[in-house]
C-alpha cells in the first residue's frame, strides 16, 4: 500500500514502516474522491513517521464531520470522538489528566470554528499545550453543505444558494488576536511545508494552530464551478501567497504568522 501527494513536480510519497500509524481496515476510506481531507492525513502521518513518534504517547481528539474522520478511524493511535464542536475542551482535559501525553485536535471548520469557536478562542488565550489542526474546506461537508464560519462571501451553499451575505472568520486572525504565537495556514496544495510544519509542532509542548485549506469538491466545489478536484487544486495554487507581514485579502495567505 503506497500513498503519493503531489506539489508541482515534488511528491510525499509515505514510507511503507509510516503505515503503523494507519488503520489499514478503513480501506478504501470514506473520504469522497477529490477530498483534500487524504492529503492532511498523508502529511500528518508521514510527520510522525520521519520523527519515529511514539504511537502510545500521542492522542488524536476529534469532534463530528469529514475533518474528523482524519483521525479517528484512520490513525492507529489513541482517539477521542467527541461531540460536535467540544473537540478542543476535550483535549483541554486530556492534556490536563495527563500532561506528559502530546494531545492533537484534528477536525473541521464547522467543528473547530463554528459549533466550537468558544473553546478554540480560549484554548488559544490559555496557550494550552495541544496541536489544533483544522481541515477547512469552508462547508459543512458532512451533513449536506452548509454554510459554515469560514465559508467566503458570495460562496453558494445549501443555505446560501445565491452565495453567502456573511463576513467570514479568518481563523488565523481570531487566534491571534486571542493570544496564539505560533499560528500557520496552508492549503492542501502546499502538502510539504504543510508536512512539515506538522513535524516542528508534534515537538514542542505548546499551543499550535494550523489552518488547512482543504477540498470539497463534492459540497462546495459543484456549487462553487469547482466540481473537478484538480480545478479545485489549481485554484488554490493561484490563489495563494506567503506570509512575510502583509497581508493581502483577495489572497489566500500561507506561512507563518
Not at 1 to 11: A, D, K, L, N, T
Not at 91 to 107: C, D, E, F, R, W
Not at 197 to 225: M, W
Request: proline share 4%; hydrophobic share 40%.
Amino acid at each position: 500500500m503506497s500513498f503519493r501527494v503531489f506539489r508541482g513536480q515534488s511528491q510525499i510519497i509515505m514510507q511503507a514502516e509510516y503505515l503503523k500509524y494507519v488503520r489499514k481496515n478503513v480501506f478504501p476510506t470514506a473520504f469522497c474522491p477529490g477530498c483534500g481531507h487524504g492529503i492532511l492525513l498523508n502529511a500528518f502521518v508521514t510527520a510522525l513517521g520521519e520523527l519515529d513518534f511514539d504511537q502510545d504517547n500521542l492522542v488524536v481528539v476529534s469532534g463530528i464531520g469529514c475533518g474528523a474522520w482524519i483521525g479517528s478511524p484512520h490513525l492507529d493511535v489513541d482517539t477521542l470522538h467527541t461531540t460536535h464542536g467540544r473537540a478542543v475542551a476535550f483535549a483541554t482535559g486530556v492534556k490536563l489528566a495527563n500532561p506528559q501525553l502530546k494531545v492533537v485536535v484534528i477536525s473541521g471548520d464547522g467543528d473547530i470554528a463554528t459549533i466550537g469557536g468558544n473553546h478554540l478562542i480560549h484554548a488559544a488565550r490559555r496557550q494550552i499545550p495541544i496541536i489544533v489542526i483544522c481541515a477547512n474546506n469552508n462547508i459543512y461537508g458532512m451533513t449536506g453543505g452548509q454554510a459554515s464560519a469560514t465559508s467566503p462571501c458570495g460562496a453558494k451553499t445549501m443555505t446560501t444558494p445565491k452565495g453567502s451575505k456573511e463576513r467570514p472568520f479568518d481563523l488565523v486572525k481570531l487566534v491571534k488576536g486571542a493570544g496564539a504565537e505560533h499560528v500557520y495556514r496552508y492549503t492542501v496544495y502546499h502538502a510539504v511545508p504543510l508536512q512539515k510544519t506538522l513535524k516542528e509542532a508534534l515537538q514542542h509542548d505548546e499551543f499550535y494552530f494550523i489552518d488547512v485549506i482543504s477540498s470539497c469538491p463534492v459540497q462546495y466545489g459543484r456549487r462553487n464551478e469547482m466540481r473537478e478536484p484538480l480545478k479545485m487544486l489549481n485554484w488554490m495554487k493561484g490563489q495563494s501567497e506567503r506570509y512575510q507581514g502583509e497581508d493581502h485579502a483577495d489572497k489566500i495567505m500561507i506561512g507563518k504568522f
